[in-house]
């Protein structure tokens, strides 16, 4: 009796559980089909939840934001859903067996009924528990808006007093900026500094309640800019909300706040109004302020800027610890040569933050002398050859030349590349180039093509694609602004040779170059001193031979260049003019000008000598001893008179006798 009562009670014990396990299975039909009713119910509940979050999340004139607990229960449901889903799976695959958990089909099937069929209970009674916690109260809360939003930035080096001289203006109360403009060209860390000045907010005590950030870019989409406002005071709209409703919506809440908002990337004016920015010159005591950035300074003209910042390339020794930084101590330290061609390769980048950065990070992986040799070689020969420095450099500051007006101000912004590195060109000098090229409308009233010269010079600088050259009557170009013009000019690096400065010695001078090339500058070369041989330049259109060291020039060297139009050959000190310049058919612009040498003797020709050059439209012979006007045999007006399309000369008469022989 006392051994039977044990094994009565394992007997029991088993046989409820059997029957537990029993119901699991034959129930599960049952309870599969409550699931899914639990189920629908639930998702009606979770869409009544969401529809009221959605509608208070979305009232423009009250910021509101969804409560934690909401927040919680709407990812419960979502995580409860893909349980089912998991199960729904596991049913269909049991019935796509050919059979079905309901029948008795042996003790694998069995076993598995049951866990499916437990699944389902255990499930079915999580949802109705969600169902039930799913009743909630408040659903929304009042939105606490951050007033400034940190923005992740790069270490940065060099922009300090910057970031000072621009926080002095926003924090000074008595100051009467409203709009303060940054502009520099691309690449040089305007986006960058005004990231800075964004979380300067965070840092510094100042009197604004909101700091507002929005990317206005090149393509103006004033619904994307409003939307970015709008994110930041709290407020969302339909996609099909008209820009004046939004601007509506903007206006009411920021008309009574003090805020900064920073706009980034600005090409053309933008309408602050149109977008729902507060008059700031309306309220005297109002100390909102608009910070923007720009590659243009005409720009912010337009944005009626209270003040105008430049923001200029790092100085030599930011540029030097910029490049380090980028470049790391690992290769910096493979050679005990290598630091020395890391500054010259570093000094190729002129102090732009975007090239020392790109550059940079392109030789952090050379460890080799040689490999730092080869990289400087390619960046002075062809700088887009030069790994990344295409896509992640000249392709940025080509946005500035694609946003130049017309095609005209880009011809003129290409032809300024045919210089030198750091050369400075004289203004009058260029605009007599583009005359003579027919880059400019008017030149057939000199004095118009002149302004319209100086316009384009000052179009071309507020883009940041010219600067002030060492004499305030001189441009140049920075270095990468350079390379950005050769890499256009030469069909985006397809096609080399298209315009070519000329600075190799004259050993190393190829004849084939030349006779590919449109256009040919030796301005500031001092290796070259002989052009003795006859190149067939059948493309060559230009030939600038100004301020070189070349002394001789063969006879023969211009006969094989049948397009020749512009030659100048000012401050040249040949001593003789080759016999076929004279039969440069296409010839349309020749300068000898500021060519008196004391002390030799002047250059004579004889009559006739400029007849042949029929498409003369520029000759400038001013202070220039080629045409001795004083001889009884030299050249006559009256030779130049039959010169049609001469429309400027540039003489000097020195004598009686000479403005007698003009007269």
């Known amino acids: 009796m006392e051994i039977i009562s044990p094994v009565i009670d394992i007997i029991s014990r088993v046989w409820r559980c059997c029957a537990v396990h029993g119901n699991y299975l034959c129930e599960l039909k049952q309870n599969m089909s409550s699931l899914n009713t639990s189920l629908t119910k639930l998702k009606e509940r979770r869409d009544d939840v969401k529809e009221k979050v959605d509608i208070a999340e979305e009232n423009p004139t009250e910021p509101m934001k969804r409560t934690h607990e909401v927040s919680g229960w709407l990812q419960r449901v979502e995580e409860l859903e893909q349980e089912v889903e998991r199960i729904l799976q596991k049913q269909e695959a049991a019935s796509n067996e050919g059979g079905s958990y309901f029948c008795w089909r042996g003790r694998k099937n069995c076993c598995g009924g049951y866990k499916l069929g437990k699944s389902v209970a255990k499930t079915r009674n999580s949802v109705e528990k969600l169902w039930e916690e799913g009743n909630l109260k408040d659903v929304v809360e009042k939105s606490q808006l951050d007033h400034v939003r940190e923005i992740t930035t790069h270490l940065t080096i060099g922009m300090e007093s910057k970031l000072d001289e621009v926080w002095s203006s926003l924090a000074d109360e008595t100051s009467l900026v409203r709009i303060l403009g940054l502009y520099g060209m691309g690449g040089v860390g305007k986006t960058t500094l005004l990231k800075k000045l964004n979380n300067e907010f965070l840092k510094r005590n100042h009197q604004f309640d909101t700091v507002i950030w929005a990317l206005v870019s090149k393509d103006l989409d004033i619904k994307n800019v409003q939307k970015q406002i709008g994110k930041s005071l709290g407020l969302a709209w339909e996609n099909d909300t008209s820009i004046d409703d939004r601007a509506k919506d903007i206006t009411q809440v920021l008309k009574n706040k003090n805020f900064v908002l920073l706009l980034d990337d600005i090409w053309e004016r933008v309408d602050l109004a149109t977008i729902g920015i507060p008059n700031l010159r309306n309220e005297i005591i109002n100390i909102s302020r608009v910070v923007f950035t720009t590659r243009s300074e005409r720009v912010c003209g337009f944005m009626q800027a209270d003040e105008i910042i430049k923001v200029d390339c790092l100085d030599w020794d930011d540029s030097w610890r910029l490049f380090q930084q980028n470049v790391g101590p690992r290769a910096l330290s493979c050679h005990p040569s290598v630091p020395e061609l890391a500054k010259e390769v570093a000094e190729e980048c002129l102090g732009l933050p975007l090239a020392l950065i790109t550059i940079g990070r392109a030789m952090a992986s050379k460890t080799t002398l040689q490999e730092w040799q080869h990289a400087l070689t390619v960046l002075k020969k062809f700088a887009s050859e030069f790994s990344d420095v295409a896509d992640e450099v000249l392709a940025i500051l080509k946005f500035s030349y694609d946003n130049l007006q017309n095609k005209k101000l880009k011809s003129c ?39 319209e010269g100086h316009d384009i010079i000052g ?201 007698q022989k003009l007269a």
Request: glycine share 4%; net charge negative.
């Open 413 to 451: 912004f290409l032809y300024c590349s045919l210089y030198p590195e750091d050369y400075s060109i004289h203004r009058e000098q260029l605009i007599n180039l583009w005359i003579g090229e027919e880059f400019l409308d008017e030149i057939d009233n000199i004095d118009e093509a002149y302004y």
């Open 459 to 659: 179009s071309l600088k507020s883009a940041c694609l010219l600067e002030s050259g060492e004499e305030g009557d001189e441009v140049k170009m920075h270095d990468v602004v350079r390379d950005l013009a050769i890499w256009i000019a030469s069909d985006l690096g397809r096609k080399k040779g298209k315009y070519l400065t000329i600075l190799q010695p004259p050993n190393n001078l190829k004849l084939r170059e030349w006779e590919k090339a449109e256009k040919i500058c030796l301005a500031g070369n001092k290796s070259i001193k002989e052009l003795n041989e006859e190149p067939n330049c059948s493309n060559l259109s230009t030939l600038l031979l100004h301020h070189s060291k070349v002394k001789t020039i063969s006879d023969d060297f211009f006969r094989s260049m049948p397009i020749l139009k512009v030659l100048d050959m000012s401050v040249l000190k040949i001593k003789k003019l080759p016999k076929s310049i004279f039969a440069l058919a296409e010839l349309q612009y020749f300068d000898l000008s500021f060519r008196i040498q004391k002390g030799s003797d002047p250059i004579e020709l004889s009559p006739g000598s400029f007849i042949c050059l029929k498409k003369l439209r520029m000759l400038n012979l001013y202070d220039s001893d080629i045409c001795n006007w004083e001889v009884e045999d030299g050249p006559s007006l009256s030779e130049l008179e039959s010169l049609n399309d001469l429309n400027y000369l540039g003489i000097s008469l020195e004598t009686g006798f000479a403005f």
